[in-house]
């Protein structure tokens, strides 16, 4: 078996780092109030996603297009978003894949 052992090298496991799974509460000056993301999540990109979807819900008031609620897939990443009078509610949850 030793021998055997030679071809059959396993290639170590990437490390992929896990898709959070969560919510978090804008106001509408993109401040976050509460939040059910891991801390582990990095905070600047919270901060990016929140600014994307106020800006989206913003453009649309603007152009009178009543929008309240987004949602976009991802191939691993589903976010939903709630508009809250000028703030966003914003859901992230993993897409099982395969």
Known sequence: MGFLGLFSKTEPEANVGKLPSGSFTIDRTGRIIASTLPRSFDEKLIQEIGSIVLEMFQKAQTVNLPLREVSIHYAGLKIT???????????????KMG
């Open 81 to 95: 978003a709630r508009e809250l009078r000028g703030g966003a509610m914003i859901f992230l949850s993993p897409v």
